[in-house]
């Protein structure tokens, strides 16, 4: 299996492609921390998990507070002695609010989310992995982390943060044997997006209409190019952007 005897941390694990993320890793040998602010929810994926025969924990995170991603860092080591992988997957969505229409409290939720909250628990973890000789961290962007026109200004300011930060991470810390590559999903089947695709007219459903797949992806399919990443199979590859958007981005 490929992640055995590995220790995983999921952000935002507790729905859409963070919970698929889990289950599948789980599935091939992973330890994994649940994150989220549902307790109920995060209960039922570590029941799912251990169901099948693996291991998990939920620990109730907002990634927007330093204090909290202290102590789910804390948690982790608590339990399992180590951390080898990060999925950076919490995020919101925003309004399509322009410059002139954005409040500050919307902009800086977005932002804290979204990209503040990677860079906080990185800089708590990556000291962990290099301690332990290396690790993995795989940081859940967007097709808005390329272009604008795909989400409002401050998620596409943020995501566009995030890749930058990827990136930049990479650069720094590649040497002392840490991994770290993003992935771009594009419109993919979860509760973010759940309103716009049941509008055939919405501009987002013909473009869909329009790509080489013709469909939303689902979950799973995100979650198995987030776990190529993680593991060692993409042992040469530091500082990409996978794209996940079934052609969606290419025209």
């Known amino acids: 299996m490929r992640f055995e005897n590995k220790v995983a941390i999921i952000t935002g694990s507790t729905k859409g492609i963070g ?74 969505g925003g309004s399509l609010a322009n410059m002139n229409q954005i409040t ?10 979204n990209l503040t909250a990677a860079f906080q628990i990185m800089k708590l973890v990556i000291p962990v992995m290099e301690n332990n000789g290396g690790g993995t961290i795989v940081n859940v962007a967007s097709m808005a982390s390329t272009a604008a026109g795909r989400g409002g200004i401050a998620y596409t300011t943020a995501k566009h943060g995030f890749l930058g930060l990827t990136r930049q991470i990479s ?44 469909r939303p992806g689902e979950p799973e399919e995100v979650a198995k190019a987030i776990a190529f990443l993680a593991s060692d199979e993409s042992s040469y590859i530091h500082g990409a952007s996978l794209a996940v958007d079934g052609g969606y981005s290419i025209f």
């Open 19 to 92: 919970r698929s993320t889990a289950i599948l890793m789980a599935q091939e040998g992973a330890k994994v921390v649940i994150t989220g602010t549902t307790e109920a929810a995060g209960s039922e994926v570590v029941s799912i998990i251990k169901e099948a025969g693996g291991d998990a924990f939920f620990q109730k995170t907002d990634v927007t507070s330093a204090e909290a991603l202290d102590a789910l860092v804390k948690a982790a080591l608590d339990h399992y002695g180590k951390i080898d992988i990060l999925i950076n997957n919490a995020g919101i």
């Open 104 to 113: 500050d409290a919307e902009w800086n939720k977005v932002l804290a989310t």
């Open 171 to 214: 650069l720094d810390h590649g040497h002392t044997g840490i991994r770290i590559n993003a992935v771009l999903p594009g419109p993919i089947n979860t509760q973010m997006i759940a309103r716009i695709l049941e509008m055939p007219q919405h501009p987002l459903n013909m473009k869909i209409k329009m790509s080489p797949s013709g």
